[in-house]
């Protein structure tokens, strides 16, 4: 009887030291350039880890992930706004995002604090400006649909000229 019961708690304890152990590493962050070389940029919440752990059941990556995402909550990113936008992306390697290639002849023209850099090798990201002209955020945009693009850019960037 006592080895049944024994056998019966491992795995809760098994299971109560993976779920201590989630909890633990979602509080320890990383730096924005740490977490872009991993390939996190952006700005995850931490609910995308959430999901992304249903259905990626790497460990390690859910982890990273949850060092690099920002809590859900109303007043943390969705009243962040940035004064303009520069949609950095490599002139060669645009054949390989048409949605990027869309949005730059069809809509970018809608955003004029948003510009279009070339950069030899650059994957396509926005670059996220203050008042000033500095760069704020970078958001990796590889894999965004234009509308995601446009909903994006709406809600962040203020429509306002920039002065840099």
Known sequence: MGLLNICRIIPL???ISAISAISVTAKEQLSSRECEDLGFTGLALCSD???FAEYVKNQELVSDCLKCCTEDSDDSMS????????????????VFY???VGFIEE??????????QYVFSSPPKLIM????????ETIRIDNWKR???LQFIQE?????????
């Open 13 to 15: 304890v098994v299971a």
């Open 49 to 51: 880890c959430n999901t």
């Open 79 to 94: 009243k962040i706004t940035y004064s303009g936008a520069i949609l950095e992306v490599c002139m060669r390697k645009l």
């Open 98 to 100: 048409p949605e990027v």
């Open 107 to 116: 809509e970018k023209d809608k955003f004029p604090t948003v510009k279009v």
């Open 129 to 136: 400006l203050d008042d000033k002209g500095q760069q704020k």
């Open 147 to 149: 509308e995601h693009m």
């Open 156 to 164: 962040k960037v203020k429509p306002t000229s920039a002065k840099y």
